[in-house]
């Protein structure tokens, strides 16, 4: 059965094209529907792509009992309900860089219309006036211009800034100083410290805690008399109110704003009663271009997160800085591990495990740590599918669950080697395993027993006594039930003692065939896992 993508708020061409190509996608274009109407269809649709038209609200999430993605469009998701996405396990996938251009561009399109009055220019030429001598401006060049967030946007509005000879000055926190060696920009160690240099301040930020009310009344006093502030970003990161009255003091020679804190800017505004401002209506992407390019990048990973559970993109699970396809075996083999300790504590009893520890080796440490965690606990936390429980909700219903979470690096592990451990009702265990760039994932212990198996579809752990003949009666037993043996590891910590065998087969074992295996003489106990991944 296809998956169904429902696409609103006229999406551009180009990107439902590549959804419409797939086969295993059925695709139902629309426009934008009023709230009730598409209450009542979202139920039918595993994905939804829209723009910013379509509110994607927490009832209308919870109305969606198969949306397994959402694709905006465009870099903004203030329409979307984001922590009950989170909640629910809905991945939430922006286009983040298909504006860049648009955004870039603009900037500089509002500010030589401010300061060389052209809005002023062309209103006299039409009502037939010839006011040259009052429309003296001045040039970007020589100006410092002091650019708040070098990401995407603010990288391009550097270079641009360097093409008019303008200084270039940025304040940026999170970004690291070979960044601002590589685009020539002067790193200003606080914003205090960018006010201080900056002619013309541009904000390219997204709006955070962080960030709202970041330039407000305190930091316009601060800013040199006649300076001028841009904000094409996001509403509420420049105070309106306070730079309304900067400019109306005249210590704010000028501003252009493409986004406010309400849009529609409302009619009385005082912004829209200032000659020394430029507004527009929210156009920063509204570009052909970029309206293909979000398009485009918003539909192909709703395509790749549906067809290939591909989420390195989505906003709403663990940041891997790009890796998310290298972490794919060190997240294969975490879940692998932790499936096989959760199986194996379920067949001794335990309900449910109550603290979860995850060691990783030195190349998997850090950063990556944060999504191997998410990994280990979707493995372990069941299957229900009320809750959609994947790579997304999988830390907030652990913690809702009262599952405590340990991470740490381990030296004993080698560079690419995990190892997932479960505790509870005073019952603990631990399997390890390990990755490579080249071959399968391998799992390489499990409790104190040494082995050596790929676990792909369905792995038999049995315990024994560690006697001639068991391996034989085993792999008879097996062949009878037309089960495929892929690989047989056996581990024994002494000789005649307990000894662990590690069977990978290929399909399903049912539960008869479990307890043939237990029934077997010598074998004291056998566990089934059935891996959910392919």
Known sequence: MPFRVLVTDDVDRDGVALLEAEPQLSVDEVPTLPKEELLERIGDYDAIVGRSATKISAELLRRAKRLRVVGRAGV?????????????????????AGNTIAVAELVFGVLISLIRHLPRAVESMRAGRWDRSSLLGTELLGKTIGIVGLGRIGSEVAARAHAFGMQVHAFDPYVADARFTTLRVHRAATLDALLDEADIVTVHTPLTDETTGLIGRRELA?????????????????????????????HVKGAALDVYVAEPLAADSALRKLPNVILTPHIGASTAEAQRNVAVDACAAVRDALLSNELGRSMNVAAVDGQWRELQPAMLVTRRAAAVARALLADMGM??????????????????????????????????????????????????????????????????????????AMQELAVAGITSAEGAPRLTRIGGFRVDVNPRQTLIVLTNRDVPGVIGRVGTLLGDAGVNIAEYHQARLAQGGEALAVVSV??????????????????????VVQFREA
């Not at 903004?76 to 983040?96: F, H, Q």
């Not at 008399?225 to 990161?237: F, H, T």
């Not at 420049?238 to 730079?243: F, H, M, N, R, T």
Request: proline share 4%; hydrophobic share 45%; with cysteine.
């Open 506 to 527: 290929d399909g399903r074992v049912d539960a008869g065939v479990r307890q043939r295996l237990c029934d077997l003489p010598d074998v004291q106990s056998a566990s």
């Open 351 to 424: 309900r449910a495990p109550q603290r979860l520890t995850l060691r990783c080796g030195a190349s998997l440490a850090g950063g990556q740590q944060a999504l191997l965690s998410a990994a280990a606990l979707g493995a372990i936390e069941g299957t229900a599918e009320a809750e959609r429980l994947n790579m997304i909700n999988a830390r907030a219903l652990a913690e809702a669950r009262g599952l405590e979470l340990v991470v740490g690096e381990s030296a004993a592990l080698p560079p690419l080697g995990v190892e997932v451990s479960l505790r509870g």
């Open 222 to 250: 601060r800013l040199r008399p006649g300076g001028i502030v841009a904000n094409l970003a996001r509403g509420g990161i420049v105070d309106d109110g306070a730079l309304a009255a900067a400019l109306e003091s005249g």
């Open 76 to 96: 903004g998701v203030d329409n979307v309900a984001m922590d009950v996405a989170t909640e629910l396990g809905i991945a939430v996938i922006n286009a983040p």
